[in-house]
């Protein structure tokens, strides 16, 4: 090879190596830290200035606090205190965290918003992260998305005490893991987590184990 066409096979040689699957981890450019921070800044002021934590839980997540106020007590997972256990608390997986927040000595619904807006940040960060990392998408593009979803309702049923975010959270990691996979690109780690965040989705709510079956079913027929 001539030294006029070694820079021109360099540089058409490094095109290719970036487009080419590989398993390398994923390290964040300046930029990406910059949007990651800024995200998490947005996302935390979103919770402090708009998420009331007087309001009174909804109906159906005050029964499963409940729920969670007895098991944290030592009663086990029943509504009434000295009566039979009753299948009523569907949210099996945020009920045993927040049973555990609660016995830290946090208030139950304090302990329910701090958990939802925890796993409503993560889930922002997951969904930019992801776009990055597997879709290639610009800073840019990626923090619209993350920034779209941040701006969303899903602040709105973590005031109203509902562990919706926290299965939309595990959800998220799934999908990510699955885009993975189906790039090629899924390390060991990637995978145990593709499996983890199926089965937390799974116990932390019924229809859990429907959707990541089918994103499972979806992985599997794809990839052969």
Not at 151 to 160: D, I, N, Q, R
């Amino acid at each position: 090879m001539s030294r006029a066409t070694e820079p021109i096979h360099h540089s058409y040689m490094a095109a290719f190596d970036e487009n080419r699957p590989c398993k390398r981890a994923f390290r964040p450019p300046s930029s990406d830290c910059v949007a990651i921070a800024l995200l998490a800044t947005i996302c935390t002021l979103q919770v402090l200035c708009t998420v009331a934590w007087t309001t009174d839980p909804a109906e159906d997540a005050a029964m499963l606090i409940r729920y969670a106020q007895h098991l944290a007590q030592g009663h086990g997972i029943v509504y009434n205190i000295d009566e039979p256990p009753v299948d009523g608390a569907t949210d099996f997986l945020y009920l045993m965290i927040l049973a555990g927040l609660i016995k830290l000595g946090l208030a139950a619904h304090h302990a329910c918003i701090a958990l939802g807006s925890l796993a409503h940040i993560m889930t922002v960060l997951v969904v930019y992260i992801a776009n990055r990392h597997v879709h290639r998408s610009s800073t840019t593009a990626a923090f619209v998305s993350a920034g779209y979803l941040a701006l969303g309702p899903g602040l709105s049923y973590t005031e109203a005490s509902f562990g919706t975010t926290v299965f939309t959270f595990f959800l998220a990691l799934m999908w990510w893991g699955a885009l993975l996979l189906l790039s090629g690109r899924a390390t060991r780690p990637c995978e145990i987590g593709f499996a983890c965040s199926g089965l937390l989705a799974g116990l932390t709510r019924p229809e859990g184990v429907i959707v990541s079956g089918f994103i499972l079913l979806a992985v599997v027929l794809s990839c052969g």
